[in-house]
Structure formats: C-alpha cells, structure tokens
C-alpha cells in the first residue's frame, strides 16, 4: 500500500507505476483506493462513476476501469460539502459531520468492494489519502490504515523531497502513528528527488537507525510524464510551455497556437486539455483573470489567443457568479465579438457557461436562474438525475469520429434562430449540432462556420469529456487554429495520444529507483 506524508507527494503516480511493473512481470495486478477526494472522474463500461487516479491506474494494468477499484468518491461542491459517490453512483451531497455519520456506510461498501476484486489478482495496489497522521481525522479513517489492517497490507511512506523537510515529515508521520499503524510501515520512499542521490546516504542511515524502517527508494523527480494529474494542485501552479518535439526545450512564441484553459473555483475534468498538451505545435496556459487571457506572459506578442476552453465545474452557477466577479465574463464576451477574437469551446459545464441561462430549480447549486455568457444560443436546466455514459459520435463539419463520456446533472437544449445573448456576443445566426450521437442527437452546439461554409466553428461547447482524446478530431482543431493565424496546416495525426507509452516509462524510472527485490520479499513472492 502508497501512503504518503501529505497530498500531492505523489501517491498516485507511484501507485501507477507499481501496477505497470508488476503487469511487466506477469502478475494479475489491479488498483484500488477506498475513498478519493477529486474532481477528475470517469464513466466505467457499465455507466458509473469514479475516479480518474484509478482509471490511469487500471490502465497501468491493462484493465478496463471498475467501480470496485474506487467505491467511495467525494466530489467538493463547495467549501464545506461535497457529493458522495459509492459504487459509481451519488447517493447524496453532504456535509463534514453528516459524511461523518455516513462513515461506516461507506466503510462497509469499501472493504466489500476490496475483499471482491482482491479475489480476482494476484496483487493489489492500493493507494492512501492524505496523510495517516491527521489526529482529527483517524478515529473514523477508511482509506489510510484502517484499509491497510483491512487487506493486510504492508506500507509504503512517500515523502516529496522536493518540498523539503522530507525527513522531518516522515519521522514525524512515525512519531504520530499508534503502535500497530507503525507495525504496518515496511519502508519509506523519497519521491521527486533532484541530484546526486548518493548525497542522501547519512540522511537514509539515519532513518533506518532512528525508526528501524528503510528508505527503499529515491525516485527522480520525473517532468513530463504526460499523465493526467489527480487533482487540480498541480494545475493550480500552472501549465507547462510548448515542448520542441526535437529536444524537449520550450519554445516561446513564432509558430506556438496559444491555447487558454480557464480556471475556475470549482473546476473539474480539466484533464480533457491533456491531450493538448502533447502536441508539438501547442502552448497551454490557465488564465484566472482578464490581464492573463488577453495577454500571455512570455508569449506571443501580446497577440490574443488562438482559442479559450471553459472546462468542467462541479457549481456551474457559483462559477459563473465568480467568472463575473473576476471581469472574466466580460473578458470572453469581449474576445468573442472581436472578429479576429480566438474559437471560445466549452465541456460540460463549460458549455452550459457559454450559454442563455442555467436554471436551478431543485436547489441542487442554491436555486434559481443564472445568466449564461450569451455566447451560444442554448439554456439549461439543472436536474437530480445525474447522466453517467460512455459515449461517441462524429463531428459533422469533418465526419471525423470523437468518443469519450458524459457525466452531467441536467439538459441543455438550444433556442431557435435569433436569440441574442444578453452580452451581445453573436448568437443571433442560431445554434447548429457540434457533435452528433450515433442516433443523430446533439452533444454540443455551435455558430460559425460549418460544411456550408468551409470554415471552422468560431464557438461551440459539448457536454462530451474526452472529446480532444480522438487524435483525428484534436488535429482538425488545430489545424483550423493555424489557419486562421496564417499558418500552414501540419496534416495528419502528429502526436498520437496513448497512456500506454507514458506508463512504461514511468514503470522503467521507478524499477530503476527503487529496491523491488525488497518489495517482493515482503508480498512473498
């Protein structure tokens, strides 16, 4: 089991790792984590929820995502509640002390979840949350150690050295634990270290003498990965440049299509740009405010952006109140009326934002009726009944193919020609299907453009995740991006998106880093 000093030590990508190296080496390996507090999710193959960590993880093991390996998923709606997801399906949004109350529910379904997959593996893989040691939290724990005496498993500390103070947290995780929590500690693992590794050597000793457990591992600090992040800290510090596919440097400016993702307060799904990020032509960036959408630092020239993604939000009407505080709101209306402005895309909440309105009338997010941005011709009502799916369908201005996933409370539906929205923002021509379902059904709208036209959509929005994943579809976008700056169009597919590469590489750097002749000795085998 990878628990770890602190969030964000990198617990979910050590654990992906372990999964790639043990399919490597012929195990029937899976994931599992108890509870995740996240954000990101995805739709299984039988239409329910979980989270994103572990479909990455399941993918490390060549396995389709199952609700088993995530039963308890706590999705924030705000500061003081979140929706709570078990076995893939919401049973309600909650309070602190009422999920409390709720505990020993979710434990139950939890360890029966573990106890049902763990038959079918040789080996599993489980991941931790947090730390083990939050005093206020371990009375009612059921992803940390509690999980861990539940499986009989042996633990793994991660420590993030690249914070610092790496030792001082581990000893202190040790010094807080109770006698059979630290029985459960096999060893430890400094995780993103930079340079001579053979500069820790006293440190190590000095953590074997002090707390009798070993330093197992001193994993490198690993850039790039192209693996999507668990949760938005690592977002939240910004994106990377553009890569020069030749020699991995950044590259500032010339040909770079500049591509703003917008950041929200209860911002999710914002792995849907990954994809983006691979692309040798792109520069993602976030933007929390109207100085930074209009004008890249560091970019190019001052220039407007090529295009501006609204992404997923877990309170689409609270996000739209915070769009409009910020002078963000304004900012994309006034983007979008400049003829020369950049494409404006929505994803799921992202599209409903971009529209007329966003009706509340069950309370789910407050009540009432929110203002949309105007920019699509489209109104939505927020409904109880959540949609989970897989699903796909063509773009009809290419016929290109697209697949992915819904996850959405509520219908959006689009208004007849004419309606402007209330920045005047161009809604006027009508709304058109973006994206078609297999039975002819909408999964997006736009304006602009068109296979009448010859031209490219000027702002759409889709409730589909995942629709940038369609290497196809990903490279018509840019393309048309190109175009519309006076670049030649690159042609064809030019960087393939597939997790499957990353995980090896991953797997190869972790093997290479950490003792595994220890860790087989302790699962014995």
């Given at each position: 089991?990878?628990?770890?000093?602190?969030?964000?030590?990198?617990?979910?990508?050590?654990?992906?790792?372990?999964?790639?190296?043990?399919?490597?080496?012929?195990?029937?390996?899976?994931?599992?984590?108890?509870?995740?507090?996240?954000?990101?999710?995805?739709?299984?193959?039988?239409?329910?929820?979980?989270?994103?960590?572990?479909?990455?993880?399941?993918?490390?093991?060549?396995?389709?995502?199952?609700?088993?390996?995530?039963?308890?998923?706590?999705?924030?709606?705000?500061?003081?509640?979140?929706?709570?997801?078990?076995?893939?399906?919401?049973?309600?949004?909650?309070?602190?002390?009422?999920?409390?109350?709720?505990?020993?529910?979710?434990?139950?379904?939890?360890?029966?979840?573990?106890?049902?997959?763990?038959?079918?593996?040789?080996?599993?893989?489980?991941?931790?949350?947090?730390?083990?040691?939050?005093?206020?939290?371990?009375?009612?724990?059921?992803?940390?150690?509690?999980?861990?005496?539940?499986?009989?498993?042996?633990?793994?500390?991660v420590?993030?050295?690249?914070?610092?103070?790496?030792?001082?947290?581990?000893?202190?995780?040790?010094?807080?634990?109770?006698g059979?929590?630290?029985?459960?500690?096999?060893?430890?693992?400094?995780?993103?270290?930079r340079?001579?590794?053979?500069?820790?050597?006293?440190?190590?000793?000095?953590?074997?003498?002090?707390?009798?457990?070993?330093?197992l591992g001193?994993?490198?600090?690993?850039?790039?990965?192209?693996?999507?992040?668990?949760?938005?800290?690592?977002?939240?510090?910004?994106?990377?440049?553009?890569?020069?596919?030749?020699?991995?440097t950044?590259?500032?400016?010339?040909?770079?299509?500049?591509?703003?993702?917008v950041?929200?307060?209860h911002?999710?799904?914002?792995?849907?740009?990954?994809?983006?990020?691979?692309?040798?032509?792109v520069?993602?960036?976030?933007?929390?405010?109207?100085?930074?959408?209009?004008?890249?630092?560091?970019?190019?020239?001052?220039?407007?952006?090529?295009?501006?993604?609204?992404?997923?939000?877990?309170?689409?009407?609270?996000?739209?109140r915070?769009?409009?505080?910020?002078?963000?709101?304004?900012?994309?209306?006034?983007?979008?009326?400049?003829?020369?402005?950049?494409?404006?895309?929505?994803i799921?909440?992202?599209?409903?934002?971009?529209?007329?309105?966003?009706?509340?009338?069950?309370?789910?997010?407050?009540?009432?009726?929110?203002?949309?941005?105007?920019?699509l011709?489209?109104?939505?009502?927020?409904?109880?009944?959540?949609?989970l799916?897989?699903?796909?369908?063509?773009?009809?201005?290419?016929?290109?193919p697209?697949?992915?996933?819904?996850?959405?409370?509520g219908m959006?539906?689009?208004?007849?020609?004419?309606?402007?929205?209330?920045?005047?923002?161009?809604?006027?021509?009508?709304?058109?299907?973006f994206?078609?379902?297999?039975?002819?059904?909408?999964?997006?709208?736009?304006?602009?453009?068109?296979?009448?036209?010859?031209?490219?959509?000027?702002?759409?929005?889709?409730?589909?995740?995942?629709?940038?994943d369609?290497?196809?579809?990903?490279?018509?976008?840019l393309?048309?991006?190109?175009?519309?700056?006076?670049?030649?169009?690159?042609?064809?597919?030019?960087?393939?998106?597939?997790?499957?590469?990353?995980?090896?590489?991953?797997?190869?750097?972790?093997?290479?880093?950490?003792?595994?002749?220890?860790?087989?000795?302790?699962?014995?085998?």
């Open positions: 089991m990878v628990q770890g000093t602190c969030s964000n030590a990198g617990k979910s990508i050590l654990a992906a790792a372990f999964c790639r190296i043990f399919l490597q080496d012929g195990l029937r390996v899976a994931p599992f984590k108890a509870q995740n507090m996240a954000l990101n999710s995805c739709v299984t193959p039988d239409g329910l929820e979980m989270g994103r960590a572990q479909a990455v993880q399941a993918a490390a093991c060549r396995l389709e995502p199952d609700v088993r390996m995530n039963p308890v998923l706590l999705k924030p709606c705000s500061d003081v509640g979140s929706q709570v997801i078990v076995m893939g399906r919401p049973v309600g949004v909650m309070r602190v002390r009422q999920y409390v109350d709720y505990k020993p529910q979710a434990r139950d379904a939890a360890f029966a979840a573990y106890d049902s997959l763990a038959a079918e593996h040789d080996v599993m893989v489980i991941e931790g949350a947090g730390s083990p040691a939050e005093i206020n939290l371990k009375a009612h724990d059921i992803v940390n150690m509690a999980m861990a005496r539940h499986a009989g498993a042996r633990v793994l500390l420590g993030d050295i690249d914070r610092g103070g790496v030792f001082a947290a581990l000893v202190g995780t040790m010094e807080l634990l109770d059979w929590e630290r029985e459960l500690v096999a060893g430890y693992l400094l995780n993103k270290f340079g001579d590794a053979s500069l820790l050597d006293p440190a190590l000793d000095f953590m074997k003498e002090r707390t009798g457990r070993p330093v001193v994993v490198p600090y690993l850039r790039d990965l192209g693996l999507p992040e668990e949760d938005s800290v690592t977002f939240k510090e910004g994106l990377p440049g553009l890569r020069d596919p030749r020699d991995g950044t590259v500032e400016g010339g040909d770079a299509l500049d591509i703003v993702l950041d929200l307060p911002i999710s799904n914002f792995t849907d740009v990954d994809a983006l990020r691979g692309e040798p032509d520069r993602l960036r976030v933007a929390r405010t109207p100085a930074e959408l209009a004008a890249p630092s560091g970019g190019p020239g001052g220039r407007m952006p090529d295009a501006v993604i609204l992404p997923g939000s877990k309170n689409t009407t609270g996000d739209l915070a769009l409009r505080a910020s002078g963000m709101a304004e900012a994309l209306a006034r983007l979008a009326r400049d003829p020369d402005g950049p494409v404006v895309a929505g799921c909440a992202g599209l409903q934002m971009l529209g007329l309105s966003v009706a509340d009338p069950l309370g789910l997010e407050g009540g009432g009726c929110e203002a949309g941005l105007g920019l011709p489209v109104r939505t009502e927020l409904a109880a009944e959540k949609t799916r897989r699903t796909g369908g063509v773009h009809p201005a290419s016929g290109l697209v697949a992915g996933y819904e996850i959405r409370h959006t539906v689009a208004e007849g020609r004419g309606g402007g929205g209330p920045n005047g923002a161009g809604c006027g021509d009508g709304a058109r299907a994206l078609l379902r297999e039975d002819g059904g909408p999964l997006g709208w736009a304006i602009g453009g068109g296979v009448e036209t010859g031209t490219r959509e000027r702002v759409w929005g889709t409730s589909l995740h995942g629709v940038f369609a290497d196809g579809f990903r490279r018509h976008f393309d048309g991006l190109r175009t519309r700056r006076g670049l030649t169009p690159l042609g064809g597919v030019v960087a393939p998106y597939s997790l499957d590469p990353a995980l090896d590489r991953l797997a190869d750097a972790v093997r290479g880093a950490v003792d595994m002749d220890a860790i087989y000795g302790m699962l014995g085998l």
